[in-house]
């Protein structure tokens, strides 16, 4: 049973540029959060995507956007980048109707903003 | 969300208990605590939660004091491969938002 997957595993970008990152949720899931995790800090949630609606936001500017597909993937996007997107992002997928199983993890992508 | 406090890190020798604590005094009664754990390079991975009562699993042990202000993840014999940074959380399962602190980062020494 395949865990929860992200593309790609690492990217660099250029200030100003745009990024989509993927992430397929674990078999069963149709609940996908994203969070970005700075270096040497906690995850930050960014958004929860259900029923392919944006359901939760944290305190993320709206150059963070969002989609969730019928077969419950999402894609984060975001756009005009800044240096300080530099993070690692991470997707956590769970199921809507027993939550409190807690959220499986990625691995993440790595992104790199020079 | 309630915020939680950890000690930024600790040690424990190999095959002792570890004992890690959190303090989450403005927690609402519809929140749960979850504890995850990272290894360096991976995501986030799921121990355990709970309400109010006490709870273990094959991985530790869930305590959270009565007034529920505090809580004691507890591995109860530590080995190397438990070496990790631990995030307590509490999470409002209605919202699905959850807000991770800097957690603490655990040493287990041989």
């Known amino acids: 049973d395949a865990g929860v997957t992200q593309s790609p595993t690492h990217l660099i970008k250029t200030r100003g540029q745009q990024v989509t990152l993927r992430c397929s949720p674990k078999?069963?899931?149709?609940?996908v959060s994203w969070y970005q995790q700075a270096l040497g800090q906690g995850p930050q949630f960014i958004f929860q995507?259900?029923?392919?609606?944006?359901?939760q936001r944290g305190n993320f500017p709206d150059r963070f956007s969002g989609h969730q597909f019928p077969n419950y993937s999402s894609e984060l996007n975001v756009n005009a980048l800044l240096l300080g997107d530099s993070a690692l992002y991470l997707c956590?997928?769970?199921?809507?109707?027993?939550?409190?199983?807690?959220?499986?993890f990625g691995s993440g992508t790595r992104l790199t903003v020079v | 969300d309630a915020k939680t406090t950890q000690p930024p890190s600790m040690d424990c020798a190999e095959g002792r208990a570890a004992n890690l604590p959190c303090n989450h005094s403005t927690i609402s009664g519809n929140e749960y605590v979850y504890w995850y754990r990272q290894i360096h390079s991976q995501g986030p991975q799921y121990i355990i939660h709970g309400l109010k009562n006490n709870e273990t699993n094959e991985m530790a042990s869930l305590i959270i004091t009565e007034d529920r202000k505090s809580s004691t993840l507890i591995l109860p014999h530590a080995t190397l491969r438990d070496t990790a940074v631990y995030y307590c959380?509490?999470?409002?399962?209605?919202?699905?938002?959850?807000?991770f602190g800097d957690g603490t980062t655990l040493t287990v020494k041989p």
């Open positions: 959380i509490v999470v409002n399962t209605n919202a699905g938002k959850s807000t």
């Open positions: 078999s069963g899931h149709d609940t």
């Open positions: 956590a997928s769970s199921w809507n109707s027993d939550s409190l199983r807690g959220y499986t």
């Open positions: 995507y259900y029923e392919e609606e944006e359901r």
